[in-house]
């Protein structure tokens, strides 16, 4: 079965601090891609990131960085000099590669509740 | 483009009474997903359209949920009788061919049921 984990319930850190979003994940495919999706308060789900099983290469995007350890299972997300805009709820998510037990469908963890205060 | 479409946004129904959600994904995409988050707790999966036809149903709870998609467009996810531990946010999600690129999600729809 799949699983995610998000440990963090909610973050609360002031606008600038750097701040880091936990995520670990359990599969059994060998091939599977991992997200993360923001949730503004407006609600729609934003894609931020996807990520290959085969592909662990870090990535930066402006502010955002993700860094993927296949070793530990983990799919962590840095947000550097965090805004207020950045205040949203932020899902890691889970998918099996084709012929994999879950293909098509994602698994999300329970979502980390982050407040960035001015 | 236009991006994914749900509504109602919010509706608020009475234990008993039905209630249907309508999605309108990207046009062209033929992947059409349902996912629920119930109480704060991890968005879970419901069901995935392929064109007209469900590829995956595991994730509907009971049922008293029924979708449809038809002729491969719209699709439209009823509940009746709702029950209280029905309320939530239904989210849709639609994607091309090869889910494996991702998932463009509508702003969900506000379940209560009182």
């Known amino acids: 079965a799949q699983k995610v984990t998000q440990a963090q319930t909610e973050i609360s850190v002031v606008e600038k601090e750097d701040v880091t979003l936990d995520c670990v994940y359990e599969?059994?495919?060998?091939?599977?891609?991992l997200f993360w999706y923001k949730q503004p308060p407006s609600g729609e789900l934003v894609f931020l990131i996807r990520?290959?099983?085969?592909?662990?290469q870090n990535e930066i995007s402006g502010r955002y960085s993700w860094n993927f350890q296949k070793s530990t299972s983990s799919f962590n997300f840095t947000i550097t000099a965090s805004q207020v805009v950045d205040s949203a709820v932020y899902f890691c998510?889970?998918?099996?590669?084709?012929?994999?037990?879950?293909?098509?469908?994602?698994?999300f963890g329970q979502g980390t509740i982050l407040t960035v205060h001015p | 483009e236009a991006g994914v479409t749900q509504f109602p946004s919010h509706s608020v129904i009475e234990k008993g009474q039905t209630v249907t959600l309508r999605c309108d994904p990207i046009?062209?995409?033929?992947?059409l997903y349902w996912y629920r988050r119930v109480m704060g707790k991890e968005i879970k999966f419901l069901l995935h359209?392929?064109?007209?036809?469900?590829?995956?149903e595991s994730g509907m709870p009971n049922n008293r949920f029924l979708a449809e998609r038809t002729g491969g467009t719209y699709s439209t996810l009823k509940v009746q009788p709702a029950e209280l531990e029905d309320s939530g946010v239904y989210f849709c999600?639609?994607?091309?061919?090869?889910?494996?690129?991702?998932?463009?999600f509508g702003s969900g729809t506000r379940l209560t049921v009182v």
């Open positions: 599969t059994r495919d060998t091939t599977y891609y």
């Open positions: 990520r290959n099983s085969f592909d662990e």
């Open positions: 998510a889970l998918k099996g590669g084709a012929g994999g037990t879950s293909y098509g469908k994602l698994t």
């Open positions: 046009s062209g995409h033929d992947n």
């Open positions: 999600a639609s994607s091309q061919v090869s889910p494996n690129y991702g998932y463009t």
């Open positions: 359209f392929v064109k007209e036809s469900k590829q995956d």
